[in-house]
């Protein structure tokens, strides 16, 4: 496994747990962003193995665009 696809799965494991998190106060768009992208995430997810492909995208190398878009809206990191 390269230390980008590992880097790339820690990002991805970072977005599942932030999407299921929700805090006092939190705005309604963001829950709602974070639901949708956790949807995505859920649905785009990696299958198993060093090289792993898209679950969602019939065999597509993973991450596809979908996924690395959900990482980007759930993780307050690149907001």
Do not use: F
């Not at 820690?10 to 709602?32: F, K, Q």
């Amino acid at each position: 496994m390269t230390d980008k696809l590992h880097e790339q799965l820690a990002d991805y494991a970072r977005a599942v747990g932030l999407a299921n998190e929700t805090y006092p106060r939190m705005p309604s768009d963001e829950r709602t962003v974070r639901v949708a992208a956790g949807k995505q995430l859920a649905e785009h997810a990696p299958s198993n193995g060093t090289d792993p492909t898209c679950t969602g995208c019939d065999g597509e190398p993973w991450p596809c665009a979908i996924a690395e878009n959900a990482i980007k809206y759930v993780d307050p990191r690149y907001n």
